[in-house]
C-alpha cells in the first residue's frame, strides 16, 4: 500500500498543479469530430434535450458532453486521475481495447428531470450507470461534495476492466475505496491533512455476507451500511492479501461464485465464507484510524 500512496500522492501534485494554473481548459469538439460514437440510446435522448446546448470534449479515456466548458474542465481532470489510480490499484495498464467511456454533465435541473425518468438513479451519488456511459446533474454553483464525483469515475472505469459486470457490493466496495483514498491524497497534496475515512459498523448492523454478496442493488432500507460494509469488505480482503484480493475480482469478473472462488484465492485464511465473515465482523466494528495503519503500513 505505501507504494500506491506515494504514487497517488505525486498523481494528485500534478492534477492539482493542472487545475490551479487555470489554463488548460478542455478543449471543444466539434460533435461530428469526436474520435468516437457512444451506442448507447440513452445518449441520444440525453443529446436531444436542449439540443443546441451540448458542447463536446475528450481527453485520453473519456468522451464529454458539457454545456460549460469551465465545468467540464475540472471534471475531466478529476476523470483521467481516477483513471490512473483504478488502473494501478488493479495494477493493470490499460483495458484490453482503446473505447473511451462517456460522461454527460448536465446543468440545468428542468433538463436533468426531464432525462432522469429514462435510467436508473444511483442512490448513493445521484447519478446514471447505462452501459458504461455516466449522466451526471452539475449544478455550476455548487462543487461536487466529497468524493462523489470519483465514485462514479471508478464505475466507469471498472466497467472498461469487467464489462460483463462484478458483483454490486464489489463495484460499489471498490467505488468506495478508492475514491475516498484518492480524494484525501488529492487534498494532502493541496495542503490539507487529510485522512481517507471508512465508517465502522456495529457488528449488529452487519448485512451477513452470504446475503451481501448476492444482492444486485443496494437494498433501500439499508443503503448505508451497504456502502460502507462494501467499502470495508474490499479493504479487508485487500489489507489481508492484495495478490489474492485481484484474482478473485478477476474470478467474480467471471462470474464464478463467491463461495467457490474465496477459498481458492485465500486457501489459508478463508475455507468458508463463515471463515471470513468471522474475521471481518471483527474488522468492520474496528475504527478506521487505527486499522489503516496496521492495515496499510
Ligand atoms: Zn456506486
Known sequence: MRTLLISLASLSVSAAAFAQTGLNSLPEVEFSQLSQRDPNPLSEKALSINPTQWKHGETDHFIYHFVHSYVATPISIEAEFHYRVVAKELERDQPLTDIKSNVYIFERPEDWQQFQGLGVLEKWTGGIHSQGSLFI?????????????????????????????????????????????????????????????????????????????????????????????????????????????????????????????????????????????????????????????????
Open 137 to 297: 446533474l452539475r449544478n455550476p454553483e455548487q462543487k461536487f461534495s466529497g468524493n462523489v464525483l470519483g465514485h462514479e469515475i471508478v464505475h466507469l472505469v471498472l466497467h472498461r476492466f469487467y464489462s460483463d459486470g462484478i458483483p454490486c457490493w464489489l463495484n460499489e466496495g471498490i467505488a468506495q475505496y478508492i475514491s475516498k483514498s484518492a480524494r484525501a491524497s488529492y487534498q494532502r497534496a493541496r495542503g490539507y491533512i487529510s485522512k481517507p475515512h471508512s465508517e465502522a459498523i456495529a457488528d449488529d448492523d452487519i448485512i451477513p455476507l452470504a446475503t451481501l454478496v448476492r444482492l444486485t442493488r443496494p437494498p433501500s432500507d439499508r443503503v448505508e451500511t451497504f456502502y460502507d460494509e462494501s467499502e470495508r469488505l474490499v479493504r479487508f480482503l485487500i489489507a489481508t492479501d492484495k495478490p489474492s484480493f485481484l484474482a478473485l475480482l478477476d474470478a467474480l469478473g467471471r462470474h464464478q461464485p463467491f463461495e467457490a472462488a474465496l477459498p481458492r484465492f485465500y486457501p489459508t485464511k478463508f475455507t468458508t465464507v463463515a471463515t471470513l465473515e468471522e474475521k471481518f465482523r471483527e474488522y468492520a466494528a474496528k475504527d478506521f484510524g487505527t486499522t489503516l495503519q496496521q492495515a496499510e503500513e
